[in-house]
């Protein structure tokens, strides 16, 4: 007798946009309940999305919905654009009570806060989970990674900052050279040996008026350039703080602009909760859905 097929569905949300088609497209299943670890990773690596995300009934104290994230080659403790386009898609399915402003959402890294700042359209605010700064890294080979000279970088040394995603930070002089940037496959694999973790991204900026322009290749992840990187942003703006590339007091806001180079602009918005961010670093973003499917198993 032929093995019964079962359909999930999901859909597809543009992340990090108030645009379709710009943003950083997320895959999220409103009911994954029934796939199992190794399905959800070929389903990840079929959909060949940044990220996918698949929403599960929380059995975390405080949590409203677990999610589970995975790249196309591993599964994510946390991230940022699957975290605010979960929220949107579980608030827009009713798994989150009519109203509700505030919420936790379960992720593997822990609790994750959720606010919802209401508008035309929500903007959906995480606050970045515990910041830690590691190793510092030498600058020629941080800029031979993305193809460009040590001229190209600006004073700060690069130096890996994680909020649960480890990610190489480093800042160039303006636009035009984060513009230039291509990624060295060879000079990248080189970089993250011997690093925190071996999948760590590089994440390059340009210092602006409005916060940051910037770009984010990690190819050993699955991701050659990601449009936008939410769980990067507040260590990005950690680092920004720590080097005076930027100023803060309580409530600042600033914005990252990702994703440009590759035709998928996204505004990635940072408010500091308490002088230098020192009460926590919420990261925000506007959702536009796109898609609505089946997945045939």
């Keep these: 007798m032929p093995r019964r097929k079962r359909t999930y569905r999901y859909r597809v949300v ?63 403790p946390f991230a940022g654009h699957p975290t605010v386009g979960s929220s949107f898609v579980a608030l827009d399915e009713g798994l989150i009570p009519s109203g509700r402003t505030e919420f936790s959402l379960d992720e593997k890294v822990g609790p994750v806060a959720i606010r919802v700042e209401r508008g035309n359209r929500p903007l959906i605010w995480l606050t970045t989970p515990p910041i830690t700064f590691g190793r510092t890294h030498d600058p020629g080979l941080c800029a031979k990674a993305v193809g460009l000279g040590t001229a190209d970088l600006l004073s700060p ?12 930070f480093f800042a160039v002089k303006g636009k035009p050279a984060v513009d230039r940037a291509e990624a060295d496959s060879a000079a990248l694999a080189a970089l993250g040996k011997g690093v925190e973790d071996p999948h760590v991204g590089v994440f390059f900026f340009a210092p ?21 990187t939410g769980s990067a942003t507040g260590p990005l703006a950690a680092y920004m703080l720590k080097h005076g590339l930027i100023s803060g007091t309580a409530g600042t806001r600033f914005h990252s602009e990702q994703g440009t180079k590759m035709g998928r602009r996204s505004i990635l918005h940072v408010h500091l909760r308490g002088e230098q961010g020192n009460d926590g670093i919420e990261v925000g973003g506007y959702v536009a859905p796109v898609i609505e499917a089946r997945l045939i198993l």
């Design 14 to 76: 543009d992340v990090f946009t108030d645009k379709p088609l710009e943003g950083n497209p997320l895959a999220v299943f409103p009911d994954a309940s029934g796939i199992d670890d190794a399905t959800m990773q070929r389903i990840a690596r079929e959909l060949n999305l940044s990220e996918t995300a698949f929403l599960l009934p929380s059995t975390r104290r405080g949590c409203v919905v677990r999610a589970r994230i995975f790249t196309p080659a591993r599964e994510l």
């Design 157 to 168: 040394l690069p130096q890996t900052v994680s909020a649960g995603n480890p990610f190489i």
């Design 208 to 228: 602006t008026p409005e916060g940051a322009y910037s770009r984010m290749f990690a190819p050993e992840a699955g991701v050659s350039e990601d449009p936008a």
